[in-house]
């Protein structure tokens, strides 16, 4: 394995990494013939993706692209993802991955916030960028994947340098936040290599084998376990990691065969997906030794590691600090939701609303640091123009998860909820108060709370609850009394609509409840838990109106 210094950038380690793994698989795409682009799969060497690599570095240091520069790139999960990636971080660009599935004003919002230089796109795709970038105030060049060659435009902004240094950063990944708007985690190449390091080196079930692993991940390269967890593990060790386009239940097993994966990847909502197929005897015909995520239903665990025959390691990590907590090593308490203990480098504790510590058995919320003397070290460095939200996370010199968790006497910790205002849905954090945002620009919508209702698939659903403006008095609610089924049902169906052509499919509500009143104390600040019953499924409510199926991932 590759040894990582302490000074060491991303360029030093993949130069570094070609020379030692040479014709070993990096990066593969599985054949899948409904793909639009390599059909038939494709495989790129750690030579190969150097010499791609410096290749286009050259190109951008040439157009004048170095330090303080970012650049957009709009390419889902194809390999060029990473070849453009690793070529901006070795000129010293920062990368900034854009969520496909976004909306025009969700991609207004993130390229003013970012000020990216650059946009790099798919011709397919590239009218998408156009309409963002005529709408927005910062005006990046936009150009695409097929016309890079030719068409790279010169930098509009004088670079500082082209020579990165560990605190260069290498990445600004949005993720949800609970006050609304995403946030940009800026990720420097000590981050991402200190996280390939750690998944390379954390021993028990997750024993990484230099040169002889090869990594399914069908999450997506503008998430950080795809882009920046399991892909620098890989770098690091001489290893493959196997990128599909999207984690589809129909493919899954045929491509982890036909591509001879040794560790997979997943989220929750892939375990019963998979556990709802058909049995059959290829059901082990594999050639997987873990599964590593998050989120499987406890009472699935022990089902799916017998049926499919082998073990789903579970994890716990974020953005703003992907070194995982990871239940690797034996005696694991399966079906529990345990997610790891704290070890050298990643301290824990669990403390109350005032960050007093909890005893062993209370649950209550997970702060995190690397150690007392160093609370920061490769932790992410910071939200981007965001000084005072990254303070708050660090406030008593901890880490604020927003996790709500447990934690045994053995040290063992168990994940027990989010944050209340975050909704995790199919590996999405969804910011309710986003979507409470886009709701009440409705004219027809006064007061909104949005929460998590269950789902049996997707671990949790967006759910609004709506007060109705009366059009003849403004300023108090329509009662809902008066309206049929039939109005009601297009009224919500307007609401959905709305929210889903101006957010990403995902955040719009799958559920939309019509109520006359939204509970609120004195000062009118909305108490969501007093919504519906405790205890009670919100789903099963009378006038619950189900908008799920409306919910698809292309308009």
């Known amino acids: 394995m590759l040894v990582l210094k302490e000074h060491y950038t991303i360029r030093d380690v993949l130069y570094e990494a070609a020379q030692i793994y040479g014709d070993n698989a990096l990066i593969c795409a599985p054949r899948n013939p409904t793909r639009d682009y390599y059909p038939d799969g494709i495989s790129f060497s750690f030579t190969n993706t150097a010499e791609i690599v410096k290749g286009l570095a050259e190109k951008y240091a040439q157009a004048g692209y170095g330090t303080p520069h970012k650049i957009g790139l709009f390419l889902a999960s194809r390999p060029e993802h990473m070849m453009h990636k690793l070529a901006m971080n070795s000129v010293g660009v920062c990368c900034v991955p854009i969520n496909p599935d976004y909306r025009t004003n969700e991609l207004v919002y993130l390229i003013n916030h970012s000020k990216v230089e650059l946009i790099v796109t798919l011709a397919n795709q590239k ?28 930098a509009k902004t004088l670079r ?25 985690c800026v990720l420097s190449h000590r981050y991402e290599l200190a996280a390939g390091d750690w998944y390379a080196k954390q021993g ?10 090869r990594l399914y991940n069908p999450l997506p390269l503008f998430h950080v376990n795809a882009s920046i967890l399991s892909f620098f593990c890989m770098l690091l060790t001489g290893n493959c990691q196997i990128q599909p386009e999207r984690f ?13 994966a040794t560790i997979v990847h997943y989220l929750g909502v892939i375990i019963p997906m998979l556990l709802k197929q058909p049995e059959s005897d290829l059901d082990k015909h ?19 590691e017998e049926r499919f025959g082998f073990p789903l390691v579970e994890i716990w990590g974020m953005t703003e600090m992907v070194r995982t907590l990871t239940d690797n090593m034996p005696p694991r308490k399966v079906g529990t939701r345990a997610m790891g203990r704290a070890v050298p480098g990643l301290d824990v504790q669990v403390v109350d609303s005032e960050d007093n510590p909890l005893p062993d058995g209370t649950p209550g919320e997970m702060v995190i640091r690397y150690s007392a003397e160093n609370p920061r070290k490769d932790f992410f460095s910071g939200y981007l123009d965001n000084e005072e939200a990254t303070e708050e996370a660090w406030r008593n010199g901890w880490f604020h998860t927003g996790d709500v968790v447990v934690k045994d006497p053995d040290g063992m910790i168990h994940f027990v909820d989010r944050d209340k205002n975050i909704i995790r849905r199919s590996g999405e954090n969804i910011a309710a108060a986003e979507v409470e945002a886009q709701l009440l620009l409705h004219p027809k919508v006064r007061q909104a709370a949005v929460l998590a209702a269950p789902d049996e698939i997707r671990e949790a659903e967006v759910m609004a609850c709506i007060e109705l403006k009366d059009e003849d008095n403004p300023g108090v609610s329509l009662s809902i009394d008066n309206l049929s089924n039939e109005e009601k049902q297009l009224i919500a169906e307007e609401i959905f609509n709305f929210c889903y052509e101006n957010l990403a499919y995902y955040k719009a509500p799958g559920w939309i409840y ?19 019953t405790p205890g009670d499924d919100p789903r099963k409510t009378p006038g619950v109106i189900d908008m799920r199926a409306k919910k698809k991932r292309n308009i």
Do not use: C, M
């Open 127 to 154: 009218h998408r960028i156009d309409k963002a970038v005529q709408q927005s105030e910062h005006k990046p060049d936009v150009i695409t994947l097929e016309g890079f060659e030719e068409q790279l435009p010169n």
């Open 286 to 304: 594999h050639s997987v030794r873990l599964g590593y995520g998050a989120g499987v239903e406890p009472q699935l665990h022990a089902i799916f």
């Open 160 to 184: 500082v340098s082209i020579e990165p240094q560990e605190n260069t950063p290498a990445s600004i990944l949005y993720t949800s936040g609970t006050t609304g708007r995403p946030k940009g």
């Open 204 to 213: 028990g079930l997750v024993s990484i084998r230099p040169q002889q692993e």
């Open 248 to 260: 589809q239940v129909s493919r899954w097993w045929e491509e982890i065969r036909e591509s001879r």
């Open 514 to 532: 019509l109520t006359n009143q939204i509970p609120t104390t004195g000062t009118q600040k909305i108490q969501k838990h007093k919504i519906f």
